[in-house]
């Protein structure tokens, strides 16, 4: 046995296990390899097919999931109403906040203007008034500073509840179904309070306020915007006043087209 | 310009005033009962042939189980009645002829209609056998759920109005 036949022997002995343990290492590295190619080659030619299929999934949601979605979260608004309102609460609050803060600094603003104009002729006028009508002078102030508006003026037949008349300058309610609930309050709570000859005068919805001025057998409902206060209550009150003597309301209640006319040319410019 | 009428719907409790009302007002029908609290008031415009048009502004009261005891405040400057009983429900038409009696009395010139409601719970055998009951008194046999004849009692008691 030559000296390199003994060394191979030697080297067979010795590195058998390691000769084992790299052949395996060996075909793992190629099965690697073989997946690792074939997952590119199979990549290459499917991504582009799953890419448009997305594309067209994505384009074809508003149409195919829209409704569903929409009807699920509509049935989940009203179903949890109670949670919508308790999470959108505090935005909204905040928001009126800033809104009425941000008005009222305007206000202010107004109000201190006018009192800082001491000596003028208003200031002097207004002292007159306050001390005739017994209104406080910001009371007086913040009268002018809002716009009062009569929005509607109905009149309507006692008891029945029937419209006689309406004007409007812009379309708040149904005459017809407002001079029927009218009439229906106004009834329950004279009939509540037995004494008699006493009538409901005065409703406050929201921003308006109803006033209701009552003649023998009918009455006038006036709905109005802003501030209303003594005063404007005194004013519209005479301005009902007259319009019913001035036009003989009383002989014209069943012509409703006469009286509507009347109506509106009379409170036109109120 | 059309003309208003009011026109009140009385009875008792739950005999379907508001669901005749709804019926000829919307066109529309639901089994769900709310009880009517004070009072409720529809309206609708209709044409009579060859007159002006009437608005009818409808009454629905709270029913009563003793219509005397109805707040008569409500009932000023009505133009038309109607008296809605339940044909399924005996309490409900027992003092019919009482009640209607009270009305005539108390309101001689306002036209009335009388009507039993819920004739699709009830056979024809069944107004038969209580044909001495209703015939006297009964304008109308009709049913808010199957809107039967529903239209024709608002035009017929319309007509009366002109």
């Given at each position: 046995?030559?000296?390199?036949?003994?060394?191979?022997?030697?080297?067979?002995?010795?590195?058998?296990?390691?000769?084992?343990f790299?052949?395996?290492?060996?075909?793992?590295?190629?099965?690697l390899?073989?997946t690792?190619?074939?997952?590119?080659a199979?990549?290459v030619?499917?991504?582009?097919?799953?890419?448009?299929?997305l594309?067209?999934?994505?384009?074809?949601?508003?149409a195919?999931?829209?409704?569903?979605?929409?009807?699920?979260?509509?049935?989940?608004?009203?179903?949890?109403?109670?949670?919508?309102v308790?999470?959108?609460?505090?935005?909204?609050g905040?928001?009126?906040?800033?809104?009425?803060?941000h008005?009222?600094?305007?206000?202010?603003?107004?109000?201190?203007?006018?009192?800082?104009?001491?000596?003028?002729?208003s200031w002097?006028?207004?002292?007159?008034?306050?001390?005739?009508?017994?209104?406080?002078?910001?009371?007086?102030?913040?009268?002018?500073?809002?716009?009062?508006?009569?929005e509607q003026?109905?009149?309507?037949e006692?008891?029945?509840?029937?419209?006689?008349a309406?004007y409007?300058?812009?379309?708040?309610?149904?005459?017809?179904?407002?001079a029927g609930?009218?009439?229906?309050?106004?009834?329950?709570?004279?009939d509540?309070?037995?004494?008699?000859?006493?009538n409901l005068?005065?409703?406050?919805?929201d921003?308006?306020?109803?006033?209701?001025?009552?003649?023998?057998?009918?009455?006038?409902a006036?709905v109005v915007?802003?501030?209303?206060n003594?005063?404007?209550?005194?004013?519209?009150?005479?301005?009902?006043?007259?319009?019913?003597?001035?036009h003989?309301?009383?002989?014209?209640?069943?012509n409703?087209?006469?009286?509507?006319?009347?109506?509106?040319?009379?409170?036109?410019?109120e | 310009?059309?003309?208003?009428?009011?026109?009140?719907?009385?009875?008792?409790?739950?005999?379907?005033?508001t669901?005749?009302?709804?019926r000829?007002?919307?066109?529309?029908?639901?089994?769900?009962?709310?009880v009517?609290?004070?009072?409720?008031?529809?309206?609708?415009?209709?044409?009579?042939?060859?007159?002006?048009?009437?608005?009818l502004v409808?009454?629905d009261?709270?029913?009563l189980?003793d219509i005397?005891?109805?707040?008569?405040?409500?009932?000023?400057?009505?133009?038309?009645?109607?008296?809605?009983?339940d044909?399924?429900?005996?309490?409900?038409?027992?003092?019919?002829?009482?009640?209607l009696?009270?009305?005539?009395?108390?309101?001689?010139?306002?036209p009335t209609?009388?009507?039993?409601?819920?004739?699709d719970?009830?056979?024809?055998a069944?107004?038969?056998?209580?044909n001495?009951?209703?015939?006297?008194?009964v304008?109308?046999?009709?049913?808010?759920?199957?809107?039967?004849?529903?239209?024709?009692?608002?035009?017929?008691?319309?007509?009366?109005?002109?």
């Amino acid at each position: 046995m030559t000296q390199d036949e003994k060394l191979k022997l030697i080297k067979d002995i010795l590195l058998t296990d390691d000769r084992v343990f790299v052949s395996h290492i060996e075909q793992k590295i190629a099965k690697l390899e073989e997946t690792i190619n074939q997952k590119k080659a199979l990549s290459v030619k499917v991504d582009p097919i799953i890419n448009d299929k997305l594309d067209d999934f994505i384009k074809d949601i508003p149409a195919t999931l829209g409704p569903t979605i929409t009807e699920t979260l509509k049935k989940e608004i009203k179903n949890s109403q109670d949670a919508v309102v308790e999470a959108l609460f505090p935005i909204i609050g905040k928001m009126i906040k800033r809104y009425i803060q941000h008005e009222m600094k305007l206000l202010s603003e107004r109000i201190n203007h006018q009192l800082n104009n001491t000596f003028s002729f208003s200031w002097f006028f207004r002292k007159a008034k306050s001390k005739a009508t017994g209104l406080s002078e910001s009371d007086l102030i913040l009268q002018e500073q809002s716009n009062t508006k009569i929005e509607q003026l109905i009149i309507i037949e006692k008891g029945s509840g029937v419209v006689l008349a309406e004007y409007s300058k812009t379309k708040m309610a149904d005459e017809d179904m407002v001079a029927g609930m009218l009439t229906a309050i106004k009834s329950f709570v004279e009939d509540a309070f037995i004494k008699e000859d006493q009538n409901l005068q005065y409703i406050e919805y929201d921003l308006y306020h109803i006033h209701l001025q009552n003649f023998s057998s009918y009455y006038i409902a006036v709905v109005v915007s802003g501030a209303y206060n003594i005063i404007y209550k005194d004013k519209l009150e005479n301005s009902i006043l007259s319009f019913s003597t001035k036009h003989k309301i009383a002989d014209v209640l069943n012509n409703k087209t006469a009286l509507t006319l009347k109506l509106k040319d009379f409170f036109k410019n109120e | 310009m059309s003309r208003p009428k009011k026109i009140v719907l009385i009875g008792h409790f739950g005999v379907g005033k508001t669901s005749l009302i709804r019926r000829f007002v919307e066109n529309t029908f639901t089994k769900d009962y709310k009880v009517t609290i004070g009072v409720h008031i529809s309206k609708k415009e209709i044409h009579i042939k060859g007159d002006t048009p009437l608005t009818l502004v409808i009454w629905d009261l709270e029913g009563l189980d003793d219509i005397t005891k109805m707040r008569t405040s409500y009932l000023l400057g009505t133009n038309g009645f109607i008296y809605v009983f339940d044909l399924s429900r005996p309490v409900t038409y027992e003092n019919l002829e009482a009640e209607l009696e009270y009305l005539k009395t108390n309101y001689p010139n306002t036209p009335t209609k009388v009507v039993g409601n819920k004739m699709d719970l009830v056979n024809k055998a069944f107004i038969e056998e209580n044909n001495g009951i209703f015939t006297p008194f009964v304008d109308y046999y009709v049913s808010a759920k199957l809107g039967s004849r529903v239209e024709t009692l608002f035009t017929k008691l319309a007509e009366a109005l002109i």
